[in-house]
């Protein structure tokens, strides 16, 4: 079962616009990564927030945290036609381990479209 | 470095066959998972493999099987194949640091599996 939702499910935006996609969670965490995907290819990672981290930027990518919401937020500014792509947001849950031996666990995923 | 490979891309079966998917994590990764994407329950984890041990499965029958190898490459295998095991297989490799389990998964292409 999936760990979480992500609103929206579908984004449709001009080129230069912000796109902004939420997650949400349900167990704690030791850290949540962003992940996108074109056409039913692979994965291509974006970024890794841990869960003492609130927020997080890497080139046009800004990643937020609340724990205590259980909830992340990725925003994409000054979009590209080329950022048309799925995102997932994928959570590894905390354990009295300090691991969850790789399994990330998935969201539904977000469908952004950028119009040229 | 070189990315996450797998191979066969594509892989046409018919139902009541076996297959097998390889997968090579990135040079020094030595922490394997599999997880299966369909339309209808996402991103699902498969199993583990860190140093040729299971360290953790997901909620698959035993039809679906893995192992890895002393050089981390890694197969699964699923036996007995069903309609509804169609599906797009990605392997991600990681890099293991004993602090916290924070390390990024790193996705390959993944194989594309149609059932007949």
């Known amino acids: 079962s999936q760990q979480g939702e992500e609103d929206p499910q579908a984004l449709s935006i001009q080129e230069g616009e912000n796109a902004t996609m939420n997650c949400s969670y349900k167990?704690?965490?030791?850290?949540l990564q962003w992940y996108r995907q074109n056409s039913g290819r692979g994965l291509v990672h974006l970024i890794l927030?841990?869960?003492?981290?609130r927020e997080k930027h890497s080139g046009r990518l800004r990643v937020t945290l609340d724990t205590s919401k259980k909830s992340s937020s990725l925003l994409i500014t000054a979009s590209r036609a080329a950022d048309t792509a799925s995102y997932f947001c994928a959570t590894e849950a905390a354990n009295a381990g300090g691991t969850s031996y790789g399994k990330l666990t998935f969201g539904q995923g977000t469908i952004l479209t950028v119009h040229p | 470095k070189a990315g996450v490979t797998q191979t066969p891309r594509y892989l046409i079966k018919t139902r009541g066959q076996q297959v097998t998917l390889s997968c090579s994590p990135i040079?020094?990764?030595?922490?394997v998972s599999w997880y299966q994407q369909t339309p209808g329950q996402g991103l699902q984890f498969l199993f583990e493999y860190f140093s040729e041990t299971q360290r953790n499965k997901g909620n698959f029958p035993g039809r679906f099987s893995g192992r890895q190898f002393s050089n981390s490459r890694s197969e699964m295998n699923v036996s007995t194949l069903e309609l509804g095991d169609s599906a797009l297989y990605l392997c991600?490799?990681?890099?293991?640091?004993?602090?916290?389990?924070?390390?990024?998964?790193?996705f390959g292409p993944g194989t594309r599996l149609t059932v007949l």
């Open positions: 991600a490799s990681k890099l293991e640091r004993w602090q916290l389990g924070t390390d990024t998964q790193y």
């Open positions: 167990t704690s965490i030791n850290n």
């Open positions: 927030i841990r869960s003492n981290e």
């Open positions: 040079s020094g990764h030595r922490s």
